[in-house]
């Protein structure tokens, strides 16, 4: 994907080769199965590469090699927003840990398969979602791995399933997206820590698996509408004004149960 615009030197052959303009946003496609010539560039751009396990899992695994139609140039908003998510991602230093790139690439290679295969599958429509003992396995392990790096891998096969499978399931299941369950989680976390201990903030951004104090305020407040230090300090102030002590401060009151937003 073009960052700027610029342009490149490309062709499927080399006698073919032509210098092609791209905008700020515009794409291209380069499944490995083609050849693709590149000569001199004058453009900034992002590369991303999708496994191949992951376009399988987006044809539920019925086409193991799953081939895409090269595009030199294309524009495709759906797949703009899922790079252009992954480039934030990057610029900020990547503070989302696996989980969520792993949710990307799989998002990614479902619409590749949806829009440019070949050969295209259809995927299998799931019903049920997962049941109670399979949920109650994900939530031990996100609280056994709450300081810990994530995978979508490693939550699918704790429940013996594939990640396509596995993420179309839990959404059923749970109304929210791994990513979105694992942070749920974690702010709840933090709030218990913030409420019962002294603390520092970074020190609880830690433990609950955040990998700087900044992206866990940055979540803490989207998910609760209030920084940490001020959710600390307004329960620390609920908790005075019940033992009929002054307490003086300017932070909102805090709604209890947090929402896991669009994230």
């Not at 073919?16 to 900034?44: F, H, K, N, S």
């Amino acid at each position: 994907m073009a960052l700027r615009p610029g342009s490149i030197e490309v062709g499927l052959r080399r006698s073919e080769m032509r210098r092609v303009g791209y905008e700020a946003g515009e794409m291209g496609l380069c499944p490995r199965q083609v050849e693709l010539w590149v000569g001199t560039a004058d453009i900034q751009r992002l590369t991303l590469g999708i496994s191949d396990a992951v376009l399988t899992a987006a044809c539920d695994g019925i086409d193991p090699e799953v081939e895409l139609r090269p595009m030199i140039k294309m524009v495709d908003a759906r797949l703009g927003a899922l790079v252009a998510a992954v480039n934030a991602e990057r610029v900020a230093g990547f503070p989302s840990g696996r989980l969520f790139l792993d949710s990307v690439e799989q998002a990614l290679g479902v619409a590749l398969v949806d829009g440019y295969a070949v050969r295209h599958r259809s995927v299998r429509t799931y019903r049920g979602g997962l049941g109670p003992a399979r949920l109650r396995r994900i939530k031990e392990l996100v609280h056994a791995k709450m300081e810990d790096e994530l995978s979508l891998h490693d939550m699918a096969q704790s429940v013996g399933l594939s990640t396509a499978h596995f993420s179309q399931m839990f959404r059923q299941s749970t109304g929210e997206s791994p990513h979105q369950f694992v942070l749920r989680h974690r702010v709840e976390r933090a709030q218990e820590l913030l409420r019962a201990a002294e603390a520092r903030v970074l020190d609880v951004a830690v433990a609950c698996g955040f990998k700087t104090q900044q992206h866990f305020a940055r979540v803490f407040r989207r998910m609760c509408g209030v920084s940490p230090t001020e959710y600390r300090q307004d329960f620390r102030c609920r908790g005075a004004s019940s033992a009929g002590e002054t307490c003086r401060h300017d932070t909102p009151t805090f709604a209890a149960t947090p929402s896991a937003g669009n994230l």
